[in-house]
């Protein structure tokens, strides 16, 4: 893994821990504005049912699910990156939630944009959700 792999791939799993410690526990706000200031003003994804949703959908839907799925835990694995050009990164990996209802796994397919202005340097431009039998 390079350099630049790597530091990918801490995004990708930073932005997982706080999503799963937003969804998963009585997280403190500061939580839910860092994950909502890693996406994108144009942010779009796909979710695994299919619908595609906006930032301002994500967002209004995932700040009202705190602490929905407590012991909520995301691993991140078979990160690869696909594509690099200019701001553009390209990544796809395996996307694993534990929780008390069992294991739900996605592959997940993402753009990311390098920004100056974002804590990481990166921000999430787009996201495809795929379900992915346990």
Known sequence: MTGY???IAGVVESLHADLAAWLGSAA?????ER???????????VAMCGSVLGRDELL?????ARNT?????????????????GDLVVVRFLERHLSDDGPSSRRVSA???????????????SV???????
């Open 5 to 7: 792999e790597k530091d």
């Open 28 to 32: 403190p706000p500061e939580i839910f």
């Open 35 to 45: 994950f909502a200031e890693a996406q994108h003003e144009r942010f779009s994804m």
């Open 60 to 64: 209004t839907g995932l700040r009202e």
């Open 69 to 85: 799925e407590p012991g909520l835990r995301i691993e991140v694995a078979e990160l690869t990156e696909l594509a690099r050009e």
């Open 111 to 125: 753009v990311l944009c390098a920004v100056e202005d974002s804590s990481s340097g990166y921000r999430w431009l």
């Open 128 to 134: 495809h959700e795929t379900a992915v039998d346990e």
